[in-house]
């Protein structure tokens, strides 16, 4: 309750000391809206229904590259770690592309799929799959081998030992890659949908866009609070769970 | 009772190494780990292999355990050779080697899950019966990084004893714990070893522990592994550690340790 005044209080102050800047007119309103310009246009955009179509439009491109990075990520990860042909080669592929920033995949994209869904789907697989190779190559790599010779005596082997021992104990590392796949997809396609316009739908990104077009300053920074907003409230429903788990069975909470 | 034919001992067996040696290789070459070594193990014994590091004790439990192949000779345990790991011969190790991921419970369960034959109420009751019998019924949703030293080595016994095992290998299991930690499991291992006339493997370096806890104390020395000596330690039960008696044999065992090392260094 406390933690949560705390917080109240923090915004609070935040936002009042972004009133005051309006009103004393540091800066031309034209580059800093008041806050009660922000909320009106959220407002407006909530009523007429364009806040929520162009959520669901990001988000769903969002979560389908997400899930196929993650769901080519894992396995990839696996037969990296266990495979030295394939660390020598998809390792380091993985490395390489993992350090491109996932915005540079734009271009390439839309020469490939041109202005469509397959470009967004593209660049946002992109910038998930490498580090959650990674991630979980690493995960495997750290299981204590003993969990293994342990696990075999008690009868398990194969597929068992891999479902029920090596991806439990990489756990630790599978979800901090998860989330660094996350924070890169979700960088990746706010790029895209800035840079590439599209007809088969209309995103946060796009509405960024069309802010600075139109040099509408209280939608670019509602839009960019709803982006925040949006990056939240994934943290705490997507991977907080996880974290909790991982905090109270491994006891690395401080 | 649902439990009457889980949880009766089951008939022990005998355990016989007949002339295994094994070599492994590394990157500066072959190392000969274990040299012609035969030891036979009778139903319900509790035998403790005793020398320096590197005398190969852990690489013939890893073989008994079937986690290891041996590279010459048998390892034959009720007339089977040894061919994998089997719940037959469950192992504990220095480390617990509990998983994080499971509470104390979860870890009992992992290998009574493997087990064909019970129901699920079945499992859970053997998990609970095993946990009681090591002293930690208060303690079975625990998460392992809340227990101490000695209480994850009593859930690691319990996991090692649910599948009902004949053999009960041992790598160093106390070696990690504090002297009085150490004393109260001596004292709980041979009250479960003798209510259920388990076969035990015991490795240790701990010359004391070995003549506390075995029938038996097999002498090994290193380079390459092999056996020295055996000494039948015909104490009564239960021992002291501390007692006039454990300490005149391990003096005895101790001074025969130097001896081949010092004899072995001289080749």
Redesign the interface.
């Known amino acids: 309750m406390k933690r949560f005044l705390t917080a109240v209080v923090f915004f609070a102050l935040l936002v009042a000391a972004w009133h005051w800047a309006y009103v004393a007119r540091l800066w031309s309103p034209v580059l800093v809206p008041s806050p009660e310009s922000v909320a009106r246009y959220l407002g407006e955009i909530a009523l007429d229904g364009s806040l929520w179509s162009s959520t669901v439009v990001t988000m769903k491109r969002l979560l389908a590259g997400y899930l196929i990075g993650l769901l080519a990520g894992l396995p990839l990860g696996f037969l990296t770690a266990r495979v030295q042909a394939l660390r020598d080669t998809v390792g380091v592929l993985a490395l390489g592309f993992q350090g491109l920033p996932s915005v540079c995949w734009v271009p390439l994209a839309l020469l490939w799929f041109g202005q469509t869904e397959s470009a967004m789907l593209f660049v946002v697989v992109m910038g998930t799959l490498w580090s959650v190779i990674l991630a979980t190559e690493t995960g495997v790599r750290n299981v ?1 081998p ?2 293994v ?8 082997e194969g597929l ?1 030992t891999w479902v ?2 090596m991806l ?2 990489s ?1 630790p590392f599978i979800v901090s890659g998860m989330k660094q796949g996350w924070a890169f997809a979700w960088r990746s396609l706010m790029a895209a949908e800035i840079y590439v316009t599209i007809l088969t739908g209309f995103g946060l990104g796009h509405l960024l866009h069309y802010g600075r077009e139109l040099n509408a300053m209280e939608q670019v920074v509602g839009i960019m609070l709803v982006i925040v907003l949006i990056g939240l409230l994934a943290d705490k429903i997507l991977f907080s769970p996880w974290e909790k788990f991982l905090h ?4 690395t909470e401080k | 009772m649902t439990l009457a034919p889980e949880i009766p001992a089951a008939p022990t067996v005998r355990l016989s190494i007949d002339r295994v040696s094994k070599w492994f290789e590394t990157s500066r070459g072959p190392v000969h780990a274990l040299d012609d070594i035969s030891l036979q193990v009778a139903e319900g014994e509790f035998v403790c292999l005793v020398g320096p590091s590197g005398c190969g004790k852990s690489t013939l439990l890893n073989m008994i355990a079937g986690l290891e192949m041996p590279g010459q000779g048998s390892v034959v345990t009720a007339g089977q050779p040894v061919k994998g790991p089997s719940r037959e011969r469950m192992m504990m190790f220095q480390e617990s080697a509990l998983f994080p991921w499971l509470d104390a419970f979860g870890n009992v369960m992992f290998g009574l899950k493997r087990k064909p034959g019970l129901s699920d109420t079945e499992r859970r009751e053997v998990a609970e019966y095993y946990l009681k019998l090591v002293g930690l019924e208060k303690f079975m949703q625990a998460n392992i990084h809340e227990l101490s030293g000695g209480m994850k080595q009593r859930v690691a016994l319990a996991r090692a004893l649910a599948p009902n095992p004949r053999v009960l290998l041992m790598d160093e299991p106390f070696a990690a714990l504090d002297a009085l930690t150490r004393e109260q499991l001596y004292g709980d291992l041979q009250r479960i070893w003798a209510q259920r006339k388990l076969t035990i493997v015991f490795v240790t370096h701990n010359v004391r522990e070995a003549v506390s806890l075995g029938d038996r104390v097999v002498l090994f020395s290193p380079h390459p592994g092999r056996i020295r000596e055996e000494f039948r330690i015909s104490l009564p039960r239960p021992r002291d550690i501390n007692s006039v008696e454990v300490a005149g044999y391990a003096t005895r065992i101790t001074r025969a340790l130097k001896d081949h090392m010092e004899h072995g260094a001289g080749i």
């Open positions: 204590n003993l969990y010779r342990a696990a075999r005596t008690m009868g398990s068992h029920t021992v439990p104990a756990l109270r069975r491994w006891g």
